[in-house]
């Protein structure tokens, strides 16, 4: 079946080089139609140095959340592989890397995430939460990327394996999002949004210890219920201390149980908005192997993992870091102890250490750096260039 896609998808492709390569640059993206965060200001960026070129986001849900509108996003992805100069992905887009590109195109891989806590792409091949070795080959998984951006040299080495290249393809840039959460400006984007919504929620603004839940995505056997689950599990684990959870799940999950939520005393869910908007509202973030973590920590604030699951989590997909191993001051597979740590008002430091040494001397400016990076590979286009492998 999947030779039969990728002979299809190459074939649309084939007929999509018969029109003119265009001056674009075309952001692509299934983690919704929207386009990230990233790809927002990142495009805004683009746009006012580049005036000249035309700039688009390309962008679906994906299959696990909308198969019709991914299938239907496809012959548009393609066209636009086919015509853009530059294709800037936030993760595998089909569209891009299952046919051979043309010389005049350059592809660079910006990973949605600011790090890799938990394995992912080849480093999970046929784990139960990873794809199959049939499907990864037939369907050139990650492949034709010329570039991958990291936001710290501490995750090139997991991405070097996770997409299968050399760490030299491998540019540690930052991303958009780090100059978001930096911003203490008073024009700031992000503590404007943090004021209103505790305008707006009064959970985000009354006097108890406000701790952001934020688990990653479980997806296969075993993952229905599981956030509803554990929610309620850290609720009675709460229940002597003075501190409400914040719950924000993955934006692909199927989140937790609203009749549930409505029931905890000391549980709120907040449902549409962004986890990087409600960490500045919150005192403390808990996660598990969620890459939010990272977020959160260079918003400064304490960062917990809970990890009831770590002994089935170190085996599918897998850890590039384990949080009880290298951050054993605040990590935790029992909620109790949880709670105990949090409610006391313990600070964990091995984690905040651990920020650091990740994003290196990467700062403030990574949007402009981008975006003059993506121009001098729009620029590069016009020259001789090589065929995609």
């Known amino acids: 079946m999947y030779k039969i896609i990728a002979r299809c998808v190459a074939l649309f492709y084939a007929l999509c080089r018969l029109f003119p390569k265009r001056n ?12 990230s965060l990233d790809f927002r200001m990142l495009a805004d960026a683009v746009r006012e140095k580049c005036p000249q070129v035309d700039v688009r986001i390309c962008a679906t849900d994906p299959e696990n959340v909308d198969k019709k509108a991914f299938i239907l996003s496809m012959p548009s992805m393609l066209f636009h592989a086919a015509t853009s100069r530059v294709c800037v992905l936030e993760g595998y887009i089909p569209a891009v890397s299952v046919p051979h590109l043309d010389s005049q195109t350059r592809v660079i891989q910006l990973w949605h995430a600011l790090g890799a806590i938990k394995k992912f792409g080849y480093q999970s091949i046929g784990t139960p939460a990873g794809r199959s070795h049939e499907e990864a080959t037939a369907l050139r998984m990650h492949k034709n990327y010329d570039w991958i951006i990291a936001a710290g040299p501490g995750a090139i080495p997991a991405y070097a394996e996770a997409f299968g290249y050399p760490q030299s393809v491998i540019k ?31 959970c985000l603004s009354d006097d108890v210890t406000r701790v952001l839940y934020v688990p990653t995505l479980r997806k296969g056997e075993g993952s229905h219920g599981w956030m509803t689950r554990e929610v309620k599990r850290l609720s009675e684990a709460f229940e002597p201390y003075a501190c409400r959870i914040i719950v924000a799940g993955h934006p692909l999950d199927e989140g937790c149980d609203s009749g549930t939520v409505e029931r905890l005393s000391n549980v709120a869910a907040i449902p549409g908005v962004a986890s990087i908007d409600l960490i500045t509202c919150a005192d403390c973030v808990v996660t598990d192997y969620s890459a939010i973590a990272l977020e959160a920590g260079l918003a400064g604030k304490p960062v917990w993992f809970y990890v009831p699951d770590i002994k089935q989590y170190r085996l599918s997909p897998g850890l590039n ?24 008002d313990k600070r964990p430091s091995a984690f905040a250490d651990f920020v650091i040494r990740y994003f290196g001397d990467v700062g403030p400016g990574a949007t402009l750096r981008l975006a003059e990076f993506v121009e001098e590979c729009y620029l590069d286009t016009f020259g001789d260039g090589k065929g995609k492998n």
């Open 24 to 35: 674009r640059i075309t952001f692509f993206s299934r983690q919704g139609k929207r386009g």
């Open 321 to 344: 870091i384990d949080p009880l191993e290298e951050f054993p001051d605040g990590a935790f597979e029992n909620p109790d102890d949880l709670a105990a740590a949090i409610g006391e």
């Open 172 to 202: 540690s840039l930052g991303m958009p999002r780090m100059d978001y959460i930096l911003d203490a400006s008073t024009s700031s984007g992000r503590l404007t949004k943090a004021q209103s919504l505790r305008g707006r929620y009064d």
